[in-house]
Nanobody
Framework: QVQLVESGGGLVQAGGSLRLSCAAS????????MAWYRQAPGTERELVAM???????NYAESVKGRFTISRDNAKNTVYLQMNSLKSEDTAVYYC???????????????WGQGTQVTVSS
């Protein structure tokens, strides 16, 4: 069974930094895109950053220049380095991966359980 497990959330002051990690575990044949989404109370889940298996990246306009997504393919792990955090970055952050489980011919979409990031002003 495939699982995505996030870590690294917490409480930080505005202007501070946090690094989120998300490790995919289980019987995995291959991982395509990996991404981070976030959802603040009363809002829809939004894409924060995405990285392809080849390392190409895409960011939401609101985080460009402050957040960096990266991945370690050998560890099936994606990271989100968040710098210059603002109060509006407060949200639950979710890891997402499109991957092919072992023994499957299809790409499936998986989500982590979410990790809370709170930025105090």
């Amino acid at each position: 069974q495939v699982q995505l497990v996030e870590s690294g959330g917490g409480l930080v002051q505005a202007g501070g930094s946090l690094r989120l990690s998300c490790a995919a575990s289980g019987s995995i044949f291959s991982i395509n895109d990996m991404a981070w989404y976030r959802q603040a109370p009363g809002t829809e889940r939004e894409l924060v950053a995405m990285i392809t298996s080849g390392g190409s990246t895409n960011y939401a306009e609101s985080v460009k220049g402050r957040f960096t997504i990266s991945r370690d393919n050998a560890k099936n792990t994606v990271y989100l380095q968040m710098n210059s955090l603002k109060s509006e970055d407060t949200a639950v952050y979710y890891c997402n991966a499109h991957l092919r489980p072992s023994g499957s011919l299809r790409l499936n979409n998986y989500w982590g359980q979410g990790t809370q990031v709170t930025v105090s002003s």
